[in-house]
């Protein structure tokens, strides 16, 4: 009978490789427990392998890994909203609180303005109330008080 040519990429060809490197690992295994033995050294203890699980149950431990990473994504998403929420909460406060001092000043300047501009019967200016502002603004800057 002639040799059986079998195809490379057959899927017998392929499943009788497979059969044959695990046989072969098998072997050499047994060989070097053996070898361990005849020295006398203790073989390495069996890894307690867990038993196989179902596809369901891989397909549900994968769902509630995946839904975790999703629930850490949602806080994530959370605590970067909240710090933007309060980054423009402080920016509208201090944007408010410039607008309030822009109008204490405005408030301010008309009442020294209108007290400057203030005029006799005849409509002559008053000079005590310019010779006051201007002993204010020297008292008030710090070059003239040390």
Do not use: C, W
């Amino acid at each position: 009978m002639a040799p059986r040519i079998e195809k490379k990429h057959s899927k017998e060809y392929k499943a009788r490789e497979i059969q044959k490197s695990l046989v072969k690992k098998a072997r050499l295994r047994k060989d070097y427990l053996k070898a361990l033995k005849e020295e006398g050294y203790t073989a390495p203890e069996k890894k307690s392998s867990e038993a196989k699980v179902s596809f369901k149950q891989m397909k549900e431990r994968n769902a509630a890994g995946n839904r975790q990473k999703l629930d850490e994504k949602k806080e994530m998403k959370k605590l970067r909203n909240k710090k933007q929420h309060e980054k423009t909460l402080e920016r509208q406060k201090q944007e408010q609180e410039r607008l309030k001092d822009a109008r204490e000043r405005e408030r301010q300047r008309q009442v020294r303005s209108s007290r400057v501009t203030q005029r006799t019967r005849s409509g002559q200016p008053l000079m005590g109330p310019k010779i006051d502002d201007l002993l204010s603004q020297i008292k008030a800057d710090d070059t003239y008080t040390k």
